[in-house]
Nanobody
């Protein structure tokens, strides 16, 4: 069982930056590929970024490529999402998610994720 708790959300002006953190409990964190998803009001949840167990492979949605960076610290059982050059359309609830242990597939879709955090609100003002 893995429990995920996000933090770092808030209100920021367009062009600004935020760093989200997702702290995981449980002993298997280093074996779980991790991902970030977001859901804006009235819209479906969408994939943002994913990272492999070791952190050696990452994958991004086109909408955030070049602006967001996903990373992880297995010693701290934490995954991060550095968000730069934020836009109003980035406003959403951001949730981290974990794929199953030793999953070969990065969690780029919701059905590849076994565990979810409760989410943290990010609001970008224009």
């Amino acid at each position: 069982q893995v429990q995920l708790v996000e933090s770092g959300g808030g209100l920021v002006q367009a062009g600004g930056s935020l760093r989200l953190s997702c702290a995981a409990s449980g002993r298997t964190f280093s074996t779980n590929p991790m991902g970030w998803f977001r859901q804006a009001p009235g819209k479906e949840r969408e994939f943002v970024a994913a990272i492999s167990m070791s952190g050696g492979s990452t994958y991004y949605a086109d909408a955030v490529k070049g602006r967001f960076t996903i990373s992880r610290d297995n010693a701290k059982a934490t995954v991060y999402l550095q968000m730069d050059s934020l836009k109003p359309q980035d406003t959403a609830v951001y949730s981290c998610a974990a794929a199953g242990p030793y999953s070969r597939l990065l969690p780029t879709t919701a059905n590849r994720c076994e565990y979810w955090g409760q989410g943290t609100q990010v609001t970008v003002s224009s």
